[in-house]
Structure formats: structure tokens, C-alpha cells
């Protein structure tokens, strides 16, 4: 986050978003840890199963709103990243609820 004269201005980079929301959607980040030790693993059992949670997207954006509070511009980056259907569906909701608080969205890249 940086500041512009008197706004707290921030950038938003869709292809990091759109890693992070990839991830989400695998499980990545929601698998649980492993119990126990290699000291005390029956290795002979065989592989255990596969332990992910689902991960809620909704929650995922909800968070990266609460995080631009107080931000005033927010800078999109990576545009070309927008492709992705629901992906991009996500971001514009995104965008348009900053944008209903009080905030001014600067497309990086495109004339305004």
C-alpha cells in the first residue's frame, strides 16, 4: 500500500489473485496437517488418505474486501488474467463492492 497526495492507494495484481483462487479451489491451502511422526508410522498399512478440506472462495474475496478497508484507490493489475470465467466473475464482485464503499477502481493498462 502506498499513499497519492492524500489517498491510501493499493494494487491489486489478478494473476497473484488468481494463483491464490486456483490454489483455494484444489485444496491446497486448506489441507490439515499430519498427526504423528516417522518414528511411529505404519509404514506397512499402506498410503493414508487423502486429507483436504474445501476451501470457501467466498470467504476468500470477503477477506480481500475486508483488507481494502480504508484504502481509498485500488489499482488492477495484470488484466489479461481476467479471462477466466467464474474467476473473473469473483474479481468484478469484487470490484463493484469496493466500489459501493466509497472506492475508485484505476484499471492498470487501460485509458481511462
Avoid: H
Wanted: with cysteine; aromatic share 8%.
Amino acid at each position: 500500500m502506498r499513499t497519492d497526495g492524500s489517498d491510501r492507494v493499493a494494487d491489486l495484481s489478478c494473476e497473484k489473485l488468481f494463483m491464490n483462487y486456483q490454489d483455494i479451489n484444489s485444496g491446497l491451502q486448506a489441507s490439515r496437517e499430519e498427526a504423528g511422526t516417522l518414528e511411529d508410522a505404519d509404514w506397512w498399512a499402506g498410503e493414508p488418505s487423502l486429507n483436504i478440506n474445501t476451501a470457501n472462495p467466498e470467504r476468500f474475496f470477503a477477506s480481500i474486501l475486508e483488507d481494502l478497508n480504508g484504502v481509498e484507490k485500488l489499482q488492477v493489475l495484470d488484466l489479461e488474467w481476467l479471462n477466466q470465467g467464474e474467476f473473473r466473475v469473483r474479481v468484478e464482485t469484487l470490484l463493484l463492492a469496493f466500489k459501493a464503499a466509497g472506492g475508485e477502481v484505476i484499471y492498470k493498462g487501460r485509458d481511462n
